[in-house]
């Protein structure tokens, strides 16, 4: 059974830094995998904010967050980083990480995904 847990969380005042953590188990190495995390302010839907390819080859940033947060994984450790510095407030959200992969690894099967619960990020000014 696939689970994704979430870490690193926390408060921090603006300009500082913090870098989430997201761990997968439970689950076999596979080229379709795709790890993102997303983020979900009081009362705004959720919304994408990076993604990372399953050998870390191709990363994507929303907008508002490109130059400033950094997304890696370490595959040794399954493990996916998002190294976030230059925080504002509005960067203060629940932070979560999806995780989605091919069923049997085979790239006509339907696609999986499993989230983390969460983990809170706040940004004071």
């Known amino acids: 059974q696939v689970q994704v847990v979430e870490s690193g969380g926390g408060s921090v005042q603006a300009g500082g830094s913090l870098r989430l953590s997201c761990a997968v188990s439970?689950?076999?190495?596979?080229?379709?995998?795709?790890t993102s995390w997303y983020r979900e302010a009081p009362g705004k839907e959720r919304e994408f904010v990076a993604s990372?390819?399953?050998?870390?080859?191709?990363?994507s940033y929303a907008n508002s967050v490109k130059g400033r947060f950094t997304i890696s994984r370490d595959n040794t450790k399954n493990l996916v980083n998002l190294q976030m510095n230059s925080l504002k407030p509005e960067d203060t959200a629940i932070y979560y990480c999806?995780?989605?992969?091919?069923?049997?690894?085979?790239?006509?099967?339907?696609?999986?995904?499993?989230w983390g619960q969460g983990i809170q990020v706040t940004v004071s000014s």
């Open positions: 439970g689950y076999t190495f596979c080229t379709y995998d795709m």
């Open positions: 990372i390819d399953s050998d870390g080859g191709t990363t």
């Open positions: 999806k995780f989605v992969s091919r069923e049997d690894c085979t790239a006509w099967r339907r696609l999986l995904d499993f």
